[in-house]
C-alpha cells in the first residue's frame, strides 16, 4: 500500500506538533513560514527546490 502526502502537509503536522508537544508558540511558527515564502522570492529558490527533490527522491528510494 502505498501512501502520497504532499510535503507540505507533512512539515503542517511538525509544525502542529510542536505548538502542541513541544511548547513552541504559534507566532514563530508563523514566522518560520513567512520567511519561507520570502525566501521562495529570492536566487535560493532553484537551490532549495532542488535540494528538496534530491532529498525526497532519497528517502523514496527506488520501487521496482
Do not use: C, Q
Request: aromatic residues 14%; without cysteine.
Amino acid at each position: 500500500m502505498t501512501v502520497s502526502l504532499p510535503l507540505v502537509v507533512v512539515l503542517g503536522f511538525f509544525a502542529w506538533g510542536a505548538v502542541k508537544y513541544l511548547g513552541v508558540r504559534t507566532w514563530i511558527v508563523v514566522l518560520i513560514a513567512l520567511f519561507g515564502f520570502w525566501l521562495s522570492r529570492t536566487f535560493m529558490a532553484p537551490a532549495i527546490e532542488s535540494g528538496t527533490r534530491s532529498g525526497v527522491s532519497i528517502v523514496n528510494g527506488s520501487h521496482d
